[in-house]
């Protein structure tokens, strides 16, 4: 009995150490991980470059967190501006130097990023002075094909003119404003030749039917221009001709 009650002691063990293993080392997450991943979706980094020497130097500025399901759906997250990104981009904007930003070339429905790989960036560019001047407000739009895939990129600012207004660093440059929009393409309606084809039938068929409205005028009312002329042709040789009964002494 002691030796049975021992073997079940080490069995136990030996599970519980396997079981504990396994969830340890599922993938490199826990089991909490995957709920939240699962809640939160998919992310892909947002970044962006201003440098006065205009070489693109990209750093993350925040995340694009796709959300799942069939139609596409995102959301951003953004960093704040540090005091150096805030100075450097003002020195930018001094220059008529360029804010850049890309993204990945990606598809836009989470459930299709589970083994996601790289295909290049998507960049887009506005003068830093545009940016500085809206107070870091802009428009970011993903364009995508009929399947969902990133195709392109744009950003513009709110206002979009560069007009030397002076802008403090503390109160205006420090949190981004950013409304993200995604355009998909719209199905342009096809030729309705089907509709088309169909009535030309339809026209053929009723003329078929009733050949007397394919004759023309005169072969409708022939007996009519007929009966016509012959009643003028006999008024005009019944008539005498004009001064015929006067006698000349």
Known sequence: MARLLMFKIVVSAVLFFVCTNFVCCNNGRRVGD???????????????????????????????????????GVSLTQNQLTDEDRTKLKEVAAVDGLYRIRVPRIFLQADRQTEWQMDGYLTTFVRACAMVESHLSDIITLHTDVSGYLIGVSIVTL??????????DEVDLEVFNTTLSIMAPVSAPGPETAFFLERMEQESEKKGKNPQEQKSFFAKYWYLILGG?????????????????????
């Open 34 to 72: 995957a709920l939240d991943t699962e809640l939160s979706g998919f992310s892909v980094p947002l970044e962006h470059s201003f440098e006065v020497d205009d070489v693109a130097k990209f750093q993350v500025r925040g995340a694009l967190v796709l959300k799942a399901g069939r139609e596409p």
């Open 159 to 168: 206002p979009g003119a560069c007009r030397g207004v002076e802008v403090e």
């Open 229 to 249: 002329a012959i009643f003028l042709m006999v008024t005009n040789s019944a008539q005498p001709p004009a001064g015929g009964g006067r006698e000349q002494s």
